[in-house]
């Protein structure tokens, strides 16, 4: 089968293409026959990519590892999920990813793709949306009326962040660039914040809730000091993975799969309440320029998408 692989040397790290033998799904997983794979721009640097679960160098991984598809075959004992479901989700990250004709997952980390949604769009879902849900909910703790502020709110994790904090009746404050203020307001947004503007916290006068941080650099250190006493911080750069300072490290998550929050995810999805947005789309052969986000005709908000299938 055809993939877009990590080139064995070369900095910065660049996909090339190869031919790998087509998986075979294991008990309890199945094989993902893939449309569409979601891009996550700075995976090609995380320690997934670059080492094995046993901490060993790793060479040619095939990254993304969020997808669109339908099955292609059942592993032993998979029951829910026929051949040619159209399914979503996504696969571990020390799995080959889905920039590959084929990728298999455990059929626990996948479910029905939303039906209003084209293979394409359904790509920029399982990890983003997945994401916001564990950090608003599982890591701080979201309730009504609570003050909530977004860093990234048009970024791939930020826009579903900022959509399922306004459906639970939070105060949404949103930062982005000037150009995405009418999108971020639309998405539920009742304050948006030039990100590179003057300094948020300058801006800020109440206290917050939550701060939930998609950016990295400094951006949650000059956040903590907004929050309540008792107010959650999360963030999910990989800047603040390593960390020293124990109120960042306790901030820091990577997301799970998580079957049931798919299925809740794609409801709202189907039911008009919870939107995706594509920023752009390349083909398999131009996975590399995916990455790089050096492409034409982007929107600026969103998640960029690779078609692995041709008629995608």
Known sequence: MKVMRLASSGQPPA???ATLPQPQPGSGEVLIRVAAAGVIRTELLWYPTTHDKNGNPRSGAVPAHEFAGTIAALGEGVTDFSVNDPVFGMNDWFSEGALAEYTAAPATSIAPAPRTLSPIEAATVPISALTAWQGLFGRGHLHPGGRVLIH???GGVGLFATQIAYLHGAHVIATCAPANFDFVRQLGASEVLDSRGAPFEQTLQQPL???FDTIGGDILTRSLPLLK???FAVTI???NESATDQHIKDAFFIVEPNQKQLFE???LIDTGKLHTFVDAVVPLAEANEAYTGK???RKG?????VAVAAEN
Do not use: N, Q, T, Y
């Open 237 to 239: 750069s990989s800047d």
């Open 15 to 17: 996909l090339v293409e």
């Open 265 to 267: 995810v794609a409801h």
């Open 152 to 154: 990234g709110a048009a």
């Open 301 to 305: 908000h969103g998640k960029i998408v």
């Open 209 to 211: 809730d939550l701060v």
């Open 229 to 231: 006493p008792g107010g």
């Open 295 to 297: 492409l034409p005709g």
